[in-house]
């Protein structure tokens, strides 16, 4: 790189210039790839049906009706009906709800204490110690185990199964934020910064965390996939959503007692959740391709 | 060596006091009083100040972490309040099932993980190779409990081939009992050996471009023996790691595989001890798994330096 202006300018356009044009190749990148749009596709399908469930269904997701218990797929019930006689269709599309809500919440909750945790960590060495140790400490669980614990302290309920998800995933993010918050720290641009007197604050929300974004926007994506399963296997256990809410996990649990007579009540909300969790873990892939040429798989 | 060895004990310390302090915590996690939280409705005030004085809630909470942490150090988790024995004791009987499943877990994660990654990478962009792929992502899609409720459905509800669940210890009758294992073990083993493979594949593609190998392939050498005895060695190596860090999704997972399985390990105890809110039993449960999982990565990550001489190069 010729040095035609101040080394500060540069290395300032460096940090700025650039962006747009980036974009505009991974958006690119991002489309052009099969997996990935079909991905994307299945996922927002999913999501729509969720948000609108009551329209794509007049039957209710909880009201029993022990007249037409255990009937297998037909016409009037596409997925058949579970041993209340609820239509396992409605509870299907009414149970994705609870799972992409607490999988996108637990992705949120975790994006952003795990951020703040791995900038602090990243670039005050004295908070380093603290924070990751008390970080690998939360990791030596394994993590269905740490939120198994948690769930049997608070009771299920689907705003302990957030509390408890948020916390298994946070360490995850803040690892992953600190290595590139490390990295991106010694930049010459960041020295840059700091010698005309910028503050803290500023340079680690303007330079340092948009550094590390496109690394942490691929993380999270597995962490939703990572938390649905994680929800629906603590509600398969009993310990998650409470059992009368219709979530994948609660219908699957349900299913297995009666699984001899009627496969479709597993089957059903079994689908919709390897369906969800394989295109989040695609659309990972594709974003990660897209973000970072470098990690591209063979 | 040993300075790796001493450096990396020390690093345990804080972690082990971490889980100690998460786990220590689960009980005040509670809302409300824990001793009346475990006892329920039904509970007098006596059988409370009982419970109260048996766990020592009474005193302040750094006098209880350190008498509680100082019976953990010496395997000592308190009494169960359900099952009426000491946790240690109900943890024993209940280890083998658990560790028997992992162990099969594991050994099914290798046997199927590392010829599908190897085979994969010498048929580079092969219909195998796609296929291999396509199973390792599906594998990481399938949650452990669908799986299993899938081979149920298959293997003992239609074909009446294999138990549905329970377990027979291996002391007991060892065709039996590898009858009952077979299907909690390989669901548990399914998706960290997709991860397995993924890694050997990118690993092998990595060595089969080094300069040893081409060497190897262009003194004449078939590409079996050049696999076998140059490449894949050295490929392995990366895939240690691996098996030693999804050990803690296949303890994770042994406890809802055993509970889909019916099999009495110390993973369904822990889920049927949070409805008795046996929270002693949660509590040793938990600590006694965690605290495998980090001796387990700690033995694994000595081997790897001790396998591999770049690492220990680089440690020392």
Same mark, same amino acid.
């Given at each position: ?6 080394? @500060? *300018? ?9 962006? /747009? ?32 469930? #009551? ?42 709800? @609870? ?6 919440? @637990? ?17 005050? /060495? =004295? *908070?380093?110690?603290?924070?990751? =140790? ?7 669980? #394994? ?14 309920? *689907? ?28 930049? /010459?641009?960041?020295?840059? *910064? ?48 409470? #059992? ?8 699957? =649990? ?39 040429? =470098?990690?591209?798989?063979? | ?47 409370? &100040? ?146 397995? &493979? ?50 803690? &999704? ?67």
């Amino acid at each position: 790189m010729v040095a035609t202006t101040s080394p @500060v *300018a540069e290395s300032f356009a460096l940090a700025e210039g650039v962006r /747009p044009q980036r974009r505009a190749q991974w958006l690119h990148s991002l489309t052009g790839n099969p997996v990935t749009l079909v991905a994307g596709v299945i996922i927002s399908l999913i999501t729509l049906a969720a948000i609108f469930a #009551p329209l794509l269904s007049s039957h209710s997701p909880t009201f029993l009706d022990p007249g037409i218990r255990l009937q297998g797929p037909s016409d009037s019930f596409l997925f058949g009906t579970d041993d209340g006689g609820r239509d396992v269709f409605t509870r299907v599309i009414y149970g994705g709800r @609870v799972s992409l809500l607490i999988g996108v919440g @637990v992705t949120l909750a975790s994006a952003v204490a795990g951020s703040l945790l791995g900038l602090l960590s990243g670039y005050y /060495p =004295r *908070a380093d110690s603290l924070i990751m =140790r008390t970080m690998d400490g939360l990791m030596a669980f #394994p993590s269905i185990l740490l939120a198994i614990a948690i769930m049997a302290s608070l009771g299920p309920s *689907a705003t302990n199964v957030f509390i408890s998800l948020a916390v298994v995933y946070t360490p995850t993010v803040a690892r992953l934020v600190r290595s590139t918050t490390l990295v991106t720290k010694q930049q /010459p641009y960041v020295e840059s *910064a700091r010698s005309i007197g910028m503050s803290d604050k500023a340079i680690l929300l303007k330079y340092i965390f948009p550094n590390g974004i496109s690394p942490l926007i691929v993380q999270c994506t597995f962490v939703v996939a990572y938390a649905i399963i994680s929800e629906a296997s603590l509600s398969f256990l009993g310990a998650g959503v409470n #059992p009368e809410t219709p979530t994948w996990g609660n219908m699957l =649990r349900d299913g297995q007692r009666v699984l001899q007579r009627a496969w479709w009540l597993s089957m059903f909300p079994g689908i919709a959740l390897v369906l969800t969790v394989l295109s989040l873990n695609l659309l990972g892939d594709g974003l990660r391709d897209a973000l970072d040429p =470098r990690a591209r798989k063979r | 060596m040993t300075a790796y060895v001493m450096r990396r004990l020390i690093l345990l310390v804080p972690v082990i006091l971490v889980v100690g302090i998460v786990v220590f915590a689960l009980i005040h996690l509670t809302p409300g009083d824990p001793a009346a939280v475990m006892l329920g409705d039904r509970a007098t005030p006596e059988d409370l &100040a009982r419970l109260r004085n048996q766990l020592g809630l009474n005193d302040p909470l750094p006098v209880q972490f350190v008498h509680w942490f100082g019976g953990v150090l010496h395997l000592d988790f308190g009494d169960s309040l359900f099952i009426g024995e000491p946790v240690t004791r109900a943890l024993l009987d209940r280890v083998q099932p658990t560790l028997l499943l992992t162990t099969y877990a594991m050994l099914f994660q290798i046997i199927i993980g590392v010829p599908a990654g190897v085979i994969s990478a010498v048929r580079h962009n092969s219909i195998v190779d796609r296929i291999v792929t396509v199973v390792a992502i599906s594998g990481a899609a399938i949650p452990t409990f669908f799986l299993g409720i899938l081979l149920i459905l298959i293997f003992a509800v239609r074909l009446h081939w294999l138990p549905s669940g329970g377990y027979t210890p291996i002391n007991e009758d060892p065709v039996k009992h590898f009858k009952s294992m077979l299907l909690p073990s390989f669901t548990l083993g399914f998706s960290s050996a997709g991860l397995l &493979a993924r890694l050997v594949r990118s690993s092998m593609l990595d060595v089969m471009r080094e300069d040893y190998v081409r060497t190897a392939l262009a003194k004449g050498l078939p590409l079996r023996s050049v696999v076998t005895g140059h490449a894949l060695r050295n490929a392995l190596i990366p895939a240690l790691t691996v098996i030693g860090t999804s050990l803690g &999704a296949l303890l994770g997972g042994a406890v809802v595989t055993e509970t889909v399985f019916t099999i009495p390990g110390m993973g369904r105890l822990v889920v049927q001890s949070i409805a008795r809110r046996d929270y002693p039993v949660i509590q040793g449960a938990v600590m006694a798994i965690a605290m495998t999982y980090v001796l387990v990565n700690l033995l694994v990550d000595i081997l790897y330096v001790y396998i591999d001489p770049r690492v220990r190069l680089g440690a020392d």
